[in-house]
C-alpha cells in the first residue's frame, strides 16, 4: 500500500473474506518491519512484527510475510471483520533508529 | 502494559498563540520519544526524536524554534508549538520505546489534534 498524493489506496472486502494489504519499503538496509492499525482519530495500534532474519511470522488471524529480494511486506489478515476497518501503515527500521513509515492502506470490511 | 498518554487530545487555539502538548509513557520508562505528525489521510511523518536529558533531533525541514521539545523525565515529554498558525493544524503523534527492551517497537500515544483559527 503506497499513497499516491493525498488519497489512500483502499481495499475493500467482504466481512469473512481474507485481506492481504501490501508495503513496498525503501530501505535493503532495514531489519525489523512493524504494522500497525491506526483507526479514526487515534494512534497506530501495533499489530505484529518481523525481523528481517524471518520471512513469515504469524500471529492471531494476522500472518506477515517479508520478501527481501523485492523488499515486499504484506499483511494478511484472516476472516475479516467489521473491526478491521481501519488504515494499515508499515514501518521499517535499521538497527533501532527511527521508524519509516509507509504510506497506508485504507481497508474498509462490507458487512 | 506500554500504555502512553497525549494531553490534551485535542486543541483549538487562535493564530499567533503556543500550544503545549503532553506525552507521558504511564508504565513504563522511555529512553527515547518520538514526535510526529499527520495530515489528513496521509501517513505519520517523524518530527523529532527526543532522548531523556538531551536536545532533541530534529528532521530535516521540521523548525526546531518552532516545535520545543523538552524531554524531562523518561516518562514525559511536551511539545510545544509557538506562535501557531493555521497551516499547523494537524493530528499529531507521540511514541515512546520501553528502554528495558531491545527491540525497536515504539507504543504510540492517542494523538492530538490541533486546530489553528
Redesign the interface.
Known sequence: GE?VG???PTLSVQEGDNSIINCAYSNSASD?F?W?KQES??????II?IRSNMDKRQGQRVTVLLNKTVKHLSLQIAATQPGDSAVY?CAE?SA?N???????TRLMVKP | GAV?S?HPSWVICKSGTSVKIECRSLDFQATTM?WYRQF???????MA?SNEGSKATYEQGVEKDKFLINHASLTLSTLTVTSAHPEDSS?Y?C?ARDRRLA?????????T?LTVT
Open positions: 499513497s493525498l488519497h489512500l525489523y512493524i500497525y482519530g487515534k494512534g497506530p495500534q501495533f512484527d501503515f527500521t533501532g527511527m521508524l519509516t513509515f509507509g504510506g497506508g | 502512553v497525549q518520538f489528513p489521510k496521509q501517513s505519520l511523518m517523524l526524536t493530528f503523534i511514541s527491540n525497536y517497537e515504539q507504543y504510540f500515544g492517542p494523538g489534534r
